[in-house]
């Protein structure tokens, strides 16, 4: 008999919970054990409350550790995280994701320290479609750098492949419709806020803390709906309120630049140059000329 729920709507606010935590200890494992199970895919493990004790191959030994949350761990695919075989039960609560090549398997943990899980205080969910685009280069990327021994680099990406794979959940029970729509509704709420905020110096990191998103995720909105990088959305519509005021303000260039969230006048020429071929100044002329 089942014991646990099998629920999205009730693993989300666990999921929310996560993405709020700073400053979680990290550690990632990829270090694959002489003998013995592993799990074959790789993992994030995050750590809400509590006191976690695991088994991990470090070194060429194999070592126990204790993790008091909050924090965030990553098993590479074959590497050895688990718990051990006579754990001291403690109280812990954590979510746990599993990236399947054909779908993501998502639990919440709630262990008391007295029954063992699972229990019906458990939440474990499975999407049918796999880690994202985005999600999958995270993936490679944090493999490649534990390959080249570069830990503290791969530790930083593990909170954007947490923020990507909520991401992922959060659509995985919609309609192939739905699904289609809601990154669509992200971007259009992301572009207007962009073209509405163009005036201020507003970073890629900023928009997506905004929209509880990974600024990766961000990028890659830019990429599929404009075939352009963050940056260069955001310039465009700098530009374009730049134009506007040359042809309808009488601002000099210095005060149209900082206007428009440019950090210098002379950055702020050399873009418009750029995009439109001739300076301000001498565009401005052009467009208040008064026809013979």
Not at 100 to 119: E, K, S
Not at 202 to 219: K, N
Not at 241 to 247: K, M, Y
Request: with cysteine; proline share 7%.
């Amino acid at each position: 008999m089942t014991k646990y729920q099998i629920s999205l709507e009730a693993l989300l606010p666990f999921c929310e919970e996560g993405l709020a935590i700073a400053h979680p200890t990290r550690l990632t494992v990829h270090e694959e054990p002489e003998e013995g199970w592993v799990h074959s895919v790789p993992r994030l493990l995050i750590l809400l409350e509590g006191e976690g004790h695991y088994q991990i191959q470090k070194n060429g030994k194999l070592q126990e550790l204790q993790i008091n949350a909050p924090a965030i761990l990553y098993c590479a695919k074959d590497g050895k995280l688990t718990t051990p075989n006579n754990p001291s039960m403690q109280p812990l609560r954590s979510l746990s994701f599993s990236f399947y090549p054909n779908y993501i398997r998502a639990m919440h943990i709630d262990c008391d320290g007295v029954h063992i899980p699972p229990t019906e205080r458990d939440i474990f969910y499975h999407t049918d479609q796999p880690l994202s685009d985005a999600g999958i280069a995270l993936l490679k990327a944090i493999d490649c750098l534990l390959e080249a021994d570069n830990q503290p680099l791969a530790e930083e990406l593990l909170f954007p492949l947490f923020q990507i794979t909520v991401e992922d959940l959060k659509v995985s029970d919609a309609s192939p419709s739905e699904r289609y729509l809601r990154p669509m509704r992200r971007w259009n709420q992301i572009n207007a806020f962009l073209r509405e905020h163009r005036e201020e110096s507003i970073t890629r990191s900023q928009v997506a803390r905004l929209f509880r998103i990974s600024p990766g995720y961000v990028s890659e909105l830019c990429r599929q709906n404009t075939g352009e990088s963050f940056s260069q959305v955001k310039l465009h519509y700098q530009l374009e309120r730049a134009e506007n005021l040359l042809i309808h303000s009488g601002m000099n260039v210095n005060e149209i630049a900082a206007q428009c969230g440019f950090s210098s006048a002379n950055y702020f020429i050399r873009r418009f140059r750029k995009a439109y071929g001739v300076t301000p100044h001498v565009y401005r002329n052009q467009q208040t000329k008064q026809p013979q």
